[in-house]
């Protein structure tokens, strides 16, 4: 028998023709099986788009299901019950991104992961989350009486989040991160690792997404100071008000409003934020005896949560002092559109503080 | 133990982030703590 005559495996060339068609039949039955289990293709289009932490999730319900013996149609039932739960419970659908019950989520998963093998303290380093805060938001609201308008702000900002050219951003330096919708003007980012995330990259990636907002164009179409109903309504001056107005003193009262409002003022979309990694929250952990290993995973995650929420509230006080101690005429007409919903208390406080600085109005 | 509160706040809304520094006992606490959550994740067998 000559090498021509064996097969990879030394047996005879005669014998393995047979076996080699009988195992080509049995992987393409196999693979047809394969096809037609909902556990797999035929649940894609199911899960199409989901995070893979959620994905994962539906096809281990699936496979348990398909244990238990049921059928496809079944299977096929029960995954679109659990994809539309899931899509229900994980996903914001206004910004057709993830909720903050995704971020616990998968911070959990994350802090689950790296307590694997010789967890060092310095592995703490390897997860952060940054915590985002719009600003101006009731201000949107209030304003354009739209609660509309309020949706478009916000979408602006998540579509900020889900742009592709800032996952390739973190990819290049090798952060691989997740963006969340947390509820009102609440957004977050989780940013995981292999390696620790160093503060530059922190401090870039805020200037980033912080930069990229307050350049988006959107804003000022949005919240628009050369619109004559803006103007009037941001003055406190109603439709009754002008009511038996002649068109003279219509014109004088809208140009005593533009008075208030600095030459070709455009309104800029700010958000505060704030970032923490899980080392710099893991002191604020507290853990009693009587807790077991996932009540332990829920206070870390806890902790990173509060930790970075901390930051960006110090972060968004810092900015609005800021802006009210500035004597850029652009920065303290911000100041007072914030301060326009902050209700009348903080209107008040604010409008003494001016009488101080610039004397009597 | 501190944050670091060196550096001045941007206009556009962030406060410059800057890691917590531990001193050498609440580091050592730390990783004692640490070590303490991974052994219940991986309880010794039998």
């Known amino acids: 028998m000559n090498n021509l005559e064996k097969n990879v495996f030394g047996q005879k060339a005669e014998n393995s023709q047979e076996e080699l068609s009988r195992k080509l039949e049995n992987v393409l039955q196999k693979k047809q099986e394969k096809k037609s289990s909902p556990s797999h293709e035929a649940i894609n289009d199911l899960v199409e788009g989901l995070p893979d932490i959620l994905k994962e999730k539906i096809i281990a319900d699936i496979k348990r299901l398909e244990g238990y013996g049921l059928n496809e149609e079944q299977l096929r039932i029960e995954a679109e019950i659990r994809a539309r739960e899931i899509r229900e419970n994980y996903l914001d659908k206004r910004f057709d991104m993830p909720n903050k019950s995704f971020a616990k989520l998968e911070t959990m998963q994350t802090i689950d992961n790296i307590l694997e093998g010789e967890v060092v303290l310095e592995d703490l380093k390897k997860t952060a989350r940054v915590s985002f805060d719009l600003n101006g938001l009731k201000s949107v609201n209030d304003i354009t009486r739209s609660h509309e308008n309020g949706d478009r702000y916000l979408k602006l900002f998540a579509d900020i989040l889900k742009k592709e050219e800032l996952a390739v951003w973190l990819k290049e330096r090798n952060i691989e991160a997740v963006a969340t919708a947390d509820g009102g003007d609440e957004f977050g980012a989780i940013l995981k690792s292999d390696k620790e995330i160093s503060s530059d990259v922190l401090n870039e990636f805020m200037d980033k997404v912080e930069n990229e907002l307050s350049q988006d164009e959107r804003a000022s179409e949005i919240l628009d100071f050369s619109d004559e109903k803006i103007i009037l309504a941001f003055a406190g001056i109603s439709e009754e008000d002008l009511a038996g107005k002649t068109a003279e003193e219509r014109r004088k009262i809208l140009e005593e409003a533009k008075k208030e409002i600095p030459a070709d003022y455009k309104f800029k979309a700010i958000v505060s934020s704030g970032a923490a990694t899980l080392y710099d929250s893991f002191a604020d952990v507290k853990i009693s005896g009587e807790d077991d290993y996932e009540r332990i995973l829920g206070k870390m995650m806890g902790s990173i949560f509060d930790k970075s929420d901390e930051n960006m509230q110090k972060a968004k006080v810092d900015f609005k002092r800021g802006l009210r101690d500035s004597n850029d005429p652009e920065k303290i007409f911000l100041a007072k559109v914030y301060s326009r919903s902050e209700g009348e208390v903080e209107a008040r406080r604010l409008l003494e503080e001016y009488m101080v600085r610039f004397g009597k109005l | ?46």
């Open chain 2, 1 to 46: 133990m501190g944050e670091k509160k060196d550096k001045e706040p941007t206009f556009t809304g962030s406060r410059p982030y800057a890691p917590r520094e531990y001193d050498k006992k609440e580091e050592e606490r730390l990783r004692a703590l640490l070590r303490k959550i991974f052994a219940q994740k991986t309880p010794p067998k039998g």
